[in-house]
Nanobody
Framework: QVQLVESGGGLVQAGSSLRLSCAASGRTFSPYTIGWFRQAPGKEREFVVAIRWSGGSQYYADSVKGRFTISRDNAKNTVYLQMNSLKPEDTAVYYC????????????????WGQGTQVTVSS
């Protein structure tokens, strides 16, 4: 059982930065991959980035490579998403999720989800 809570969203101008947090609670996080997904109005939920809790391997969607960085703080049981050079097309509700599956890009393989945090980027 894993509980996830996102925070850090907001309204920013294009070119600025935000850092999202995903605070996790549970017995252990070692088996999990933590992923970030986003969903804009009228669009399907899409994969953004994921990190293996054990080892820290990272996987980025092409749309965010070079702009977004995922990291984790083991002591705080928190995963961060640093978002730089934000664009209006980054506007979406951002969700963090946890899976034990190797299929880290697939939404349906994530068993645990946070409530989401809104990111709005104005042009």
């Amino acid at each position: 059982q894993v509980q996830l809570v996102e925070s850090g969203g907001g309204l920013v101008q294009a070119g600025s930065s935000l850092r999202l947090s995903c605070a996790a609670s549970g017995r252990t996080f070692s088996p999990y991959t933590i992923g970030w997904f986003r969903q804009a109005p009228g669009k399907e939920r899409e994969f953004v980035v994921a990190i293996r809790w054990s080892g820290g391997s990272q996987y980025y969607a092409d749309s965010v490579k070079g702009r977004f960085t995922i990291s984790r703080d083991n002591a705080k049981n928190t995963v961060y998403l640093q978002m730089n050079s934000l664009k209006p097309e980054d506007t979406a509700v951002y969700y963090c999720a946890a899976t034990t599956s190797l299929w880290y890009e697939v939404t349906t393989h994530y068993a645990y989800w946070g409530q989401g945090t809104q990111v709005t980027v104005s042009s």
